[in-house]
């Protein structure tokens, strides 16, 4: 019984993982200065759009 056990628990394991590096890459993927979603103003004289603060 205990290797049903163990391999519940490294199953609850690599759920609790796999939530946590899709949660890492959502916050990777933002946009870092907030211009998508019109947050931060835009700085005059520079793009819209690809570069970053």
Do not use: C, F
Request: proline content about 6%; charged content about 25%.
């Amino acid at each position: 019984m205990s290797g049903i056990a163990d391999v519940e628990e490294l199953r609850t394991e690599l759920d609790e993982l796999r939530v946590l590096v899709n949660t890492l890459l959502t916050i990777i993927m933002e946009e870092a200065d907030g211009v998508q979603s019109g947050a931060a103003p835009t700085v005059p004289g520079h793009p819209k759009r690809g570069y970053s603060m």
